[in-house]
């Protein structure tokens, strides 16, 4: 027997009781809370995809403006009018309220629930399941004093065989003694969301698409349907605790900070994890202290502080790969200006980037983050922009000389603070909002980066829309996203540079092919990596796109088929510019230079092949740890692992690496 109370909490504030039996993609577009209770998860049949839904999701963002700032990712709710640091803060302890539990499927939750409630009251539990069928449950008590009690419980097995780490990271094992049958929970129902992490499968994504109402619907949609969910959030901010909590004996005070797209608003389902480890965020009370007698002892800094990074993040680099459950692939980048560790972590299923001293890399998502809230516009449309870039093959998930999403997200923002004669721009520059900055406003970076600007979305706001003689500016997406291109159609990047500090552009001060200012470190081009090339293919993309949104369908064809018939419909709107290269192979596209639509295969790196090097050690690691993931199978194995990551090979490795 199934039964569900099904809430979606959307503009629409529709209520239905069903039996489970929707589209996850219908549940994470409206952010649909599903009870359990009396349920069987043994009959359950979730997330089969049913139609009467989908007329409700396209409905809910035809004109509705607001459609983006209701998100329907309930935790993102919950944060969404947040200041940044207060999301940020929200999330961190969410995270030490929360553990991480592998089990044998999504039938397990409800015994894990009830093994659960022995320790404490649980707030909510988010099932998720990643490639290889491994399922794991993300569980939320309601106090951080629960998850210090279940984890004190919690034991090793095989302790003669494993470093016996004590983490969040936990799996759920067969009970000593059968269970009851037909067991029902005495407990009130707890929110669970089974496969949290679903990300719309291309066909699927692209049948939703071309339901919707109008080109703007169709960014909405785009933007609803891909952006990170809660659970990615939660997920990220967990996977940044394994770190803090590695460290926290050493550096009682120590943060891991997320930034980057998982946490500026631009974010991905499946984006990577940008971390940045502080020591000491507050860098606390030395002077206030100054009266205390007793003193730390420590060890002296090395005069060169960027020597000293590294070879922080070198001994950083294999506490992850040797100690830490679920870090695997661990690569050290450590001559790069700002040096990272690189690691995939299984058991989240995040790719991570690892860093310290990147103070202004956060506030640079402070910003991004800010700017996004300040209008509903813009995260949807920066997602268009960077989906239409990952099509036609413009960005690349390695780096390398072409343009990454956070130099595209800078080109929409710097867009967006342009304004026309009789029209305001949509964002304010970053001067007004360093002139708009109050007394907690005031951030300067170890590094002396002057951070200084706004924090408060509203009052950004209410300044936007009070101080601007001109009329407000109200374009719809797809007035926005055509304009974009025409704006960047005509740009002269061969002199040009672009400068969000006053919204203009300016005088190159250098030749490189693309200069973007970095916003808060002045002097510094944050598209130093584009070459020649690629500034040249960008520039035939905006005037080719441009050319097309003229003359492809921005509306729906016509046609009397149900929403399910439509979708294999001609493609028109972003679908038809996403699909263009069959398009332009017919000709139509005067600016289309074929060998250029498909990128030519780009030229490997050295670095990669470097890369590819230290992966192998990465990877036998891996290839060693049985599931439970990281419970390494025997004692020979163990010593054979760290006999292949002996000092002095690993230090060669990583030598190998440095190159780049
Ligand atoms: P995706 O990871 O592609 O989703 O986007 P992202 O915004 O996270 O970009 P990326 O991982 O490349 O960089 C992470 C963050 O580092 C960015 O959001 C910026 O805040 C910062 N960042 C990236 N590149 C630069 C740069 O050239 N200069 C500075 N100062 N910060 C940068
Ligand atoms: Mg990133």
Redesign the pocket.
Known sequence: MLKGIVTISNDLSIKICVKLNMSLLVRACFGIHIYYYNCNYVTAKLYKRTSYLLPALRKSTVGNKNAPKSSSHEGQAATQNMSFENMVESRREEACRSILVQVHSEQSCFHLHKYCCQYGEVKGMHHYSLPGSSHFVLVEFTHKANVDHILKCSSHVNRKEVIPVRSPFLWFRAPNKPLQPNHTSSEPPTPVEINGNNIPAPAELRNWIQAAESFSDQILVLHRATSLNDLGSRLRFLTARQIELALSGLFPQITVMP????V?G???AA??L?LVLLADKEETNDEDNSDCRIVFHAKTLLTNGRTQVQRHMETLGDMVQMLLPGCSHVRRILQARVPIIKYHQDLTGVEC?LSMTNM??LY??EL?YILGASDWRVRPLVFAVRSWAREIGLTNPT?GRWI???SL?LLVLFYLQQHSKHKGPVLPTLNTMISLAGSGDHRITSEGVNCTFIRDVSQLCHHMASSSKKLPNTDNLETLFIGFFEFYSSFDFTTHAISLTNGTSVTKPDHSPMYIA?P??RG?N?S?NVSHDETERLRIEFRNTAWMLESVSLTPHETSLTVSQKKADEAWGLTALFEAPQSAAKGRNIFYLPTQRVPPPRIMDVSNLFQQDTDEVGDSFVRDSAVPVNTLSSNKQQSEVQGRLKPSKVAKVSRRVHRR
């Open positions: 930034f980057g797209s998982s500026n631009f974010g991905k984006c990577d940008d980037d202004s890399a640079m998502s991004l780096p990454t999403n956070f997200t970095n808060l470190e510094l944050v130093k």
